[in-house]
């Protein structure tokens, strides 16, 4: 499950995606817009501006940024900066690995087996979309909502 710490990451992120080409903006900016407690909020960008996805502005014009474009951000990336690997479980982890205490033979169990493809599925999507994906995905859905319906194009 994507902890709230991701989620607010994630929501973060892809508000200063879409807001790119603007000024910086401020951690209470983000925090009213996207609905985030502002003290969690500020804890998870110091977390990703040391990893290098964000970066921040001091002063009047001051606040956070994306380090790099947003096609070059995936969420993949967020969620593993702030949650850790993306496996259910120690023993199928790329990046975690931990053989589990209590497997007698990592190769026949049916959890490790199941669980694997539950790691490499959720690794494909988070890791295969990016900032730019999503915003993209948004602004197609925002226009096909404000699209007229065959009603109002005939009384209109």
């Known amino acids: 499950m994507l902890t709230r ?7 973060a992120a892809l508000l200063l995606a879409r807001e790119r080409e603007r000024a910086p903006v401020l951690v209470a900016d983000i925090a009213r817009r996207e609905q985030i407690p502002r003290k969690f909020l500020e804890h998870i960008l110091l ?5 290098g996805v964000l970066t921040s502005r001091r002063g009047k014009l001051g606040g956070y940024l994306l380090a790099r474009p947003p096609q070059e ?11 850790g690997p993306l496996a259910p479980i120690a023993c199928v982890s ?15 169990c049916g959890i490790r087996l199941a669980m694997k493809r539950v790691r490499d599925a959720t690794a494909t999507i988070l890791d295969g979309t ?4 999503v915003n993209q995905q948004i602004a197609t859905l925002a226009q096909v909502t404000r699209r007229p319906t065959r009603a109002s194009r005939r009384t209109g």
């Open 5 to 11: 710490r991701s989620k607010y990451g994630l929501k």
């Open 47 to 51: 977390e990703l501006n040391r990893h």
């Open 73 to 83: 951000i995936s969420l993949g990336e967020i969620v593993r900066i702030l949650d």
């Open 94 to 108: 790329a990046t975690a690995y931990h053989r589990c205490d209590d497997c007698p033979d990592e190769t026949a």
């Open 130 to 133: 990016t900032l730019a994906d």
